[in-house]
């Protein structure tokens, strides 16, 4: 069937407190998918981080590819 996973879990991977191992454990070797409220959510976080962080962001290859694939709810 496969499992929807919150944003909030996807940060907590990314921020260390939760092992991406800890989903793996759970999910196995079903499928993982991500709904259009997720994305929007991530695209909203990186949009900010470009905004506010250009210079930074500037130094991170593929950050901006990463914003311009997202599909588009606008």
């Known amino acids: 069937m496969g499992w ?16 991406a ?23 909203f976080g990186l949009e900010r981080l470009l905004t506010s962080n250009a210079k930074d962001c500037a130094d991170i290859p593929g950050l901006q590819m990463v914003v311009l694939t997202l599909p588009s709810s606008r």
């Open 21 to 43: 191992a800890d989903i793996h454990a759970i999910t196995r070797q079903e499928p993982i998918y991500l709904s259009p409220v997720n994305l929007a959510e991530i695209r």
């Open 4 to 19: 929807l996973i919150d944003t909030s879990l996807w940060i907590a991977v990314e921020r260390g407190a939760l092992a």
